[in-house]
């Protein structure tokens, strides 16, 4: 399957969840869209829970409006393709701004347990 990614600049990110694969495009100077697989996210993830495990690293990183992301994902079911569209986007992001690893590290971290 062919994939088209626009000419403006890029960061390449690739995500692993359970068995899909997805590639993401971020794509710098964006409004904002995100596409997955040639189709809008609102078409491909009919759960609006899909999507904000998707925009998830955007948030944290106040990203949401300025930049646009391509992706392709396979493999595996709704579930973990977001999962993997959200691993694409937080390592792609990471590229984009080393300075980005520690707000995406703190959004998924907990803090070690003690029982005493």
């Given at each position: 399957m062919a994939t088209y990614v626009?000419?403006?600049?890029?960061?390449?990110?690739?995500?692993?969840?359970?068995?899909?694969?997805?590639?993401?495009?971020?794509?710098?100077?964006?409004s904002g869209s995100i596409t997955v697989n040639g189709r809008d996210i609102d078409d491909y993830f009919g759960l609006e829970t899909l999507k904000l495990i998707v925009r998830q690293p955007l948030t944290v990183l106040n990203l949401t409006d300025k930049v646009d992301i391509e992706c392709t994902v396979s493999g595996g079911g709704v579930s973990g393709r977001a999962g993997a569209i959200r691993h694409g986007i937080a390592r792609a992001a990471r590229l984009l701004a080393p300075e980005n690893r520690a707000p995406l590290k703190a959004a998924r971290r907990a803090p070690q347990f003690s029982k005493r």
């Amino acid at each position: 399957m062919a994939t088209y990614v626009s000419k403006r600049p890029y960061v390449y990110g690739t995500g692993r969840r359970k068995s899909s694969v997805a590639r993401v495009h971020l794509i710098s100077g964006g409004s904002g869209s995100i596409t997955v697989n040639g189709r809008d996210i609102d078409d491909y993830f009919g759960l609006e829970t899909l999507k904000l495990i998707v925009r998830q690293p955007l948030t944290v990183l106040n990203l949401t409006d300025k930049v646009d992301i391509e992706c392709t994902v396979s493999g595996g079911g709704v579930s973990g393709r977001a999962g993997a569209i959200r691993h694409g986007i937080a390592r792609a992001a990471r590229l984009l701004a080393p300075e980005n690893r520690a707000p995406l590290k703190a959004a998924r971290r907990a803090p070690q347990f003690s029982k005493r």
